[in-house]
Structure formats: C-alpha cells, structure tokens
Antibody, heavy 112, light 106 residues
Framework: QIQLVQSGPELKKPGETVKISCKAS????????MHWVKQAPGKGLKWMGW????????TYADDFKGRFAFSLETSASTAYLQINNLKNEDTATYFC?????WGQGTSVTVSS | EILLTQSPAIIAASPGEKVTITCSAS?????MNWYQQKPGSSPKIWIY???NLASGVPARFSGSGSGTSFSFTINSMEAEDVATYYC?????????FGAGTKLELK
C-alpha cells in the first residue's frame, strides 16, 4: 500500500537549519509530484509548494521563497524539506503529500 | 490566488442532525476537494472532484456545488464525525485551502 513516512519531531533554536524527510513506498516515486503543506499550531493548512520528482525542479508558494528548499534522493524514494535560518513563526507541523496520500506530519518547534 | 471562505468556523451538532458546511471561492473553480482532519493526525481526503466520496467514507456524507459555491453535508451526524473539515481547490494555481470548520458533538 502507498505510504509516506516522515522523520521525527525536531526542536531547534532560531537561526538553525532543519531538514525533514518523507520516504515514499508502494508506488513508483518519480511518477507523482510531492507537495509540502504547513500547519501552524491550532491553524489551518497552507500549501508550501511542490517538487517534480522526475526532474527535481521545485516550485515554491510566494510565502515560502528564500529560506525553504525542496530536494530529492530518488534512489531512496525520499523527498526532503529544508528550512534555513529558522524563525519562531516556523513552528508548525509539516506534511508531505502525494495527493491524496499524506505523510503523518513532522513537528518542528523553534524556541530559544 | 483563489481565496476559499468556509462557513461556519465552528459548528456543534447532535447525533442524527444534518450538518452543512459551505465553501465560497473568490473566483470560479472546476473542482473542490474536502478533507477530514482529527487532532494529531494528517488530513484525509474525504470528498474529491466536488461530489465523489473517497474510499471508505460513509454514504451519509455528500458534496455538491459549482463555480464559486460548494457545500459539504452530513445527513445524520455521528460521534465519529467530530473533526475539522477543510475545502481545497487545485484547479487554479496555487492550490488553496479553506480555513477549516471544526465540527463538535452537541
């Protein structure tokens, strides 16, 4: 069955970097794009962008240009989300999604 | 960017009661999806393409609408339906979500 398994929770300080993984199984990884979605505590869902798993080309939503980077390790059927120069407002759960399938989410807490 | 406005933000329903959530789009969209999310879990696709129930979704759920006005209905509320429901459009770039409707049991 199709599964997206994300890496575990992260606690980081402002200014640090975090890299979240999303390992896919049960389908051909390069046949479907991977999307990333942010959910701040108690808030709704915000689409961050997507990565073409065939070419590796990322597309970022306007609010996620600059400090955010999507990447792939195709041989491992894994997508990554890296957030640089973390800020308090990056505290959220981040989901990968290969519609209609979603990962379980990775909690990132940014606190000094 | 298409803005999706969900209403109401919170609704409480008694078992057996009919529940309707609306999602209004700022511009016309071709399709509307609905997700169910329970605390601590990822969103699950519930209704796709306006009115198609995802696999395993009970028949008491339905979706309808077109253009800029869409609705999500539960014919007879059950305790297991307590969750937050989000509408989502992917027919116009960028994909956007509604703010969510929290459904509680009365």
């Amino acid at each position: 069955q199709i599964q997206l398994v994300q890496s575990g929770p992260e606690l980081k300080k402002p200014g640090e970097t975090v890299k979240i993984s999303c390992k896919a199984s049960g389908y051909t990884f390069t046949d479907y794009s991977m999307h990333w979605v942010k959910q701040a505590p108690g808030k709704g869902l915000k689409w961050m962008g997507w990565i073409n798993t065939e070419t590796g080309e990322p597309t970022y939503a306007d609010d996620f240009k600059g400090r955010f980077a999507f990447s792939l390790e195709t041989s491992a059927s894994t997508a990554y989300l890296q957030i640089n120069n973390l800020k308090n407002e990056d505290t959220a759960t981040y989901f990968c999604a290969r519609y209609p399938y979603w990962g379980q989410g990775t909690s990132v807490t940014v606190s000094s | 960017e298409i803005l999706l406005t969900q209403s109401p933000a919170i609704i409480a329903a008694s078992p057996g009661e009919k529940v309707t959530i609306t999602c209004s789009a700022s511009s016309s969209v071709s399709y509307m999806n609905w997700y169910q999310q329970k605390p601590g879990s990822s969103p699950k696709i519930w209704i796709y393409g306006i009115s198609n129930l995802a696999s395993g979704v009970p028949a008491r759920f339905s979706g309808s609408g077109s253009g800029t006005s869409f609705s999500f209905t539960i014919n007879s509320m059950e305790a297991e339906d307590v969750a937050t429901y989000y509408c989502q459009q992917r027919s116009s770039y960028p994909p956007t979500f509604g703010a969510g409707t929290k459904l509680e049991l009365k």
